[in-house]
Nanobody, 121 residues
Framework: VQLMESGGGSVEAGGSLRLSCVVSGYTYAMTNCMGWFRQALGKEREVVTSIGIGDNIFYDDSVKGRFTISQENKTRLYLQMNSLKPEDTAIYFC????????????????WGQGTQVTVSS
């Protein structure tokens, strides 16, 4: 299984970025969760947003109204990030899993290598 993120970078506060994730080698029928997580320096990895069974979408309160998750055929995952804030600075990871625990890191089986997002004030 391979997940490859792209689209990270450095922006000023208020700017936008769109992250993409390509998923390969993962059985389509097995995918129940697709999600984006982030890990800031010195902090634990946390959920940003996820898509679960029946396209049930979850957003962490910190990104509601600013970030939008979408997916295509369970092989492409996107994260549109608008109105970025310095506190959004982190490494962003995409992940896929067979469980229904889409808000938790342990609900995922495969992870990308991460892409850095840096937001300056």
């Amino acid at each position: 299984v391979q997940l490859m993120e792209s689209g990270g970078g450095s922006v000023e506060a208020g700017g936008s970025l769109r992250l993409s994730c390509v998923v390969s080698g993962y059985t389509y029928a097995m995918t129940n969760c697709m999600g984006w997580f982030r890990q800031a320096l010195g902090k634990e990895r946390e959920v940003v947003t996820s898509i679960g069974i029946g396209d049930n979408i979850f957003y962490d309160d910190s990104v509601k109204g600013r970030f939008t998750i979408s997916q295509e055929n369970k092989t492409r995952l996107y994260l549109q990030m608008n109105s970025l804030k310095p506190e959004d600075t982190a490494i962003y990871f995409c992940a896929v899993g067979r469980s229904s625990l889409c808000r938790y890191t342990w609900g995922y089986d495969a992870w990308g290598q991460g892409t850095q997002v840096t937001v300056s004030s």
